[in-house]
Nanobody, 118 residues
């Protein structure tokens, strides 16, 4: 079992930046791939970034590629999502998730709200 807690959300103007953090407790964090997902009102949840267990490989959808960067510090049991050049359409609740593989997430945090004003 692993528990995940997101932080760093808030209100930012378009073009601004935020850094989200996902702190993990419980089982050794380094055994898990970790992803950031988001869900906007009335929309399906979507993946915005995934990082493998070692941190060597990352994945991004085209909608955030070049603007978002995922990273991890296994010594601190923390994963980060640096979000730059934010757009109003990035407004959503952002969730951190962990699992044995990048395509299989078993554990989820409660989310942090990001609001981007135009």
């Amino acid at each position: 079992q692993v528990q995940l807690v997101e932080s760093g959300g808030g209100l930012v103007q378009a073009g601004g930046s935020l850094r989200l953090s996902c702190a993990a407790s419980g089982r050794t964090f380094s055994v898990y791939a970790v992803g950031w997902f988001r869900q906007a009102p009335g929309k399906n949840r979507e993946s915005v970034a995934v990082i493998t267990r070692s941190g060597a490989t990352t994945y991004y959808p085209d909608s955030v590629k070049g603007r978002f960067t995922i990273s991890r510090d296994n010594a601190k049991n923390t994963v980060y999502l640096q979000m730059n050049s934010l757009k109003p359409e990035d407004t959503a609740v952002y969730y951190c998730a962990a699992g044995p593989f990048s395509y299989s997430m078993d554990y989820w945090g409660k989310g942090t709200l990001v609001t981007v004003s135009s």
